[in-house]
């Protein structure tokens, strides 16, 4: 039986705008980059030229036959200066709705995509007490411009990432990665950061995805609030929701704990805010499997992504069964992908992970919409330009876009809203115990 998804299904591809636009250059994370010690591997600088070819890259993904475009709005180049606000950047932003719009396509836009005005550090960053005002201000301006063309918002990209750093790390560790732990773990750059933000100390400097403290998860929660409340008074018919990465979780016998208190950080203590809003957004890359050392497992075949996640498109599927056992509030998939060379395995990864996402929604798991992480090969943060996430490599030299076999592949089931026959889940490697098998024993048990 041809397996076809719900009509109305939102099938997409995302984008932020620091890793695609270019020459961002008034926010914390731009200013990061540049500072020798820093993390990141190299500068993001002209991007994908984005901010100048979002109309043809657009048409690009219409033309695919993609039916939603998910891309975010920049607060630096909204708000350059605090207060003082930029109405070319707005206008741009608007432009890149309606070319959507023309083009057949849901614009879902992500009002925080990681980075922040490096000004805000003058309020304290992701711990300051102003933050979810100063948040809020911007979020009006953009809906008061935008908010008649747009029916989903997501207010910030992955609210968990403070959390979801730190156990990424840990997994280096424990894979012996030491390159990239000296990289992550090296804080020298700070000084210069603080700086060139003219703040007292480093105390006072804490980006979205350095908020990992009890104070940051707060200020994080706050502007989510107050964010939400302006939507839905200047946009009352959108949907609004905030985005959590998510992995699918696993745990060998005894591990059950360390699987429960990293889903206490990275979903559990988000659902009280969840409960007022829309949706609930997940972001899946891979599986964690806890082992009872704390540590992580890496079963014996399995092959690994540039990132040197576990190649597991059943992870989405897992993940989606275990938010649904928490809350029965809609799901919208914001992002799931796979950085290859291989663009058939890209093919697979997608062809499977939607495969699960049908089994899911067949076994009544309310479904939104499904976004391939990324559209376009682009700058994957510390990692630089290296990763290949696209559906579309760019020649950065030229700008030339060349959409790989796997955009049309994917642009095909976006178009029919149905899944090729041959297409099937696989069982994965074991890795223990599945959370939400355990989810009711509690940190306790
Ligand atoms: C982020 C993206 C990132 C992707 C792949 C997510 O954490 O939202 O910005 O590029 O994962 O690592």
Known sequence: MQR??????????????????GNNSNADLWLEEQ????????????????????????????SLGLKSYR???EWARVEPQPGEWS?????????V??????Q????????????????LMRFGGWRGDETPTLFARYVERVMVHLGDRIRYVVTMNECNISAVLQDYVQQLIVKGDRDAIERLSNNQWKKAAVERCGIADESQYCSFIGAVDAKGVETVMAAHRAARAVIRRLAPHAKVGFSLSLQQAQALPGA???????????FRQWLPLIADDDFVSTQTYTRTIYDVGGKYHVPAGTSQTQMKFEFSPEALAGVLRTIAAETDKPILISENGAAVA????????????????HQCIAEGIKVLGYFYWSAFDNFEWYFGYKMQFGLIAVDRTTMERHPKPSASYYGSICRSGALPDDVQVQPQPDGGRELREFLKEGVGA
């Not at 076809?4 to 636009?21: K, R, Y």
């Not at 500068?43 to 070819?53: C, E, K, V, Y």
């Not at 057949?104 to 000004?119: A, Q, R, Y």
Request: glycine share 6%.
């Open 87 to 95: 109405e070319a950047a707005v206008d741009h932003y608007r432009d």
């Open 97 to 102: 709705c309606d070319e959507c719009l023309k």
């Open 4 to 21: 076809v998804f719900p009509a109305g299904f939102l099938w997409g591809a995302a984008t932020s705008a620091h890793q695609v636009e």
């Open 342 to 357: 291989d663009d058939a395995k890209r093919v697979e990864f997608i062809g499977r992970s939607l495969a699960g996402v």
């Open 104 to 119: 057949g396509m849901e614009p879902v836009i992500t009002l925080h995509h990681f980075t922040s005005p490096k000004w």
């Open 256 to 266: 059950e704990k360390f699987a429960l208190e990293a889903w206490q950080r990275k």
């Open 35 to 62: 500072l020798p010690g820093s993390p990141f591997v190299e500068p993001s600088g002209q991007a994908l030229d984005h901010w100048n070819r979002y109309a043809t890259d657009i048409q690009l993904l219409a």
């Open 71 to 73: 891309f975010s709005i």
